[in-house]
T-cell receptor
Framework: AQTVTQSQPEMSVQEAETVTLSCTYD???????LFWYKQPPSRQMILVIR??????QNATENRFSVNFQKAAKSFSLKISDSQLGDTAMYFC???????????FGGGTRLMVKP | GAVVSQHPSWVICKSGTSVKIECRSL??????MFWYRQFPKQSLMLMAT?????????EQGVEKDKFLINHASLTLSTLTVTSAHPEDSSFYIC??????????????FGPGTRLLVL
């Protein structure tokens, strides 16, 4: 079974600064998919970024980028120019090649301070 | 695009009654829908995977007779909590994938339903 670990339960960052959230996973699969989802206080889950394991290039979405290290099974999320609206729970998730089921990490609560 | 709605957004019911939660994909067809439960300050726990026209697949430890799932159309799945008890109080979230057969499809989430059983 796959497992996803987020080792930072809580983090804070000053507005406009950069923060990196860590995520590691365990799998025996060679092809899979990784996601970062954001859950703001409204509790609506929002897709932040998606990475396909067979693609070596790190995914980016505006201020959000990932550092995907396949050999190390690491998938960290970097948020640049942090904004107050980035305050949320962030969940790392894994999906294998057999279907679309997601395995979630425990989450990291990010607080952006003015 | 890829909007998923849930209804109701919150519900309060008496112990012993049943509650139905609807999950709809508004602008796409979703052959597969998922139901999650989330306790305060915790991650999402997958309860079951729902495929249109077939029986849902429940995760280990989830009572299928307690949490009835129906996926009657490509845009609607329902979760019925039968004979609800206070321990069933939680935040329930559904999600939907655009297609079946593919892998790594993004799941789009509904806004969630807060259930309180008195």
């Amino acid at each position: 079974a796959q497992t996803v670990t987020q080792s930072q339960p809580e983090m804070s960052v000053q507005e406009a600064e950069t923060v990196t959230l860590s995520c590691t996973y365990d799998t025996s699969e060679s092809n899979y998919y990784l996601f970062w989802y954001k859950q703001p206080p409204s509790r609506q889950m929002i897709l932040v970024i998606r990475q396909e394991a067979y693609k070596q290039q790190n995914a980016t979405e505006n201020r959000f980028s990932v550092n995907f290290q396949k050999a190390a099974k690491s998938f960290s999320l970097k948020i640049s120019d942090s904004q107050l609206g980035d305050t949320a729970m962030y969940f790392c998730a894994f999906s294998d090649n057999a279907g679309n089921m997601l395995t979630f990490g425990g989450g990291t609560r990010l607080m952006v301070k003015p | 695009g890829a909007v998923v709605s849930q209804h109701p957004s919150w519900v309060i019911c008496k112990s012993g009654t049943s509650v139905k939660i609807e999950c709809r994909s508004l602008d796409f067809q979703a052959t597969t829908m998922f139901w999650y439960r989330q306790f305060p300050k915790q991650s999402l726990m997958l309860m079951a995977t729902s495929n249109e026209g077939s029986k849902a697949t429940y995760e280990q430890g989830v009572e299928k007779d307690k949490f009835l799932i129906n996926h009657a159309s490509l845009t609607l799945s329902t979760l019925t909590v039968t004979s609800a008890h206070p321990e069933d109080s939680s935040f329930y979230i559904c999600s939907a994938s655009r297609t079946s057969g593919g892998t790594g499809e993004t799941q789009y989430f509904g806004p969630g339903t807060r259930l309180l059983v008195l």
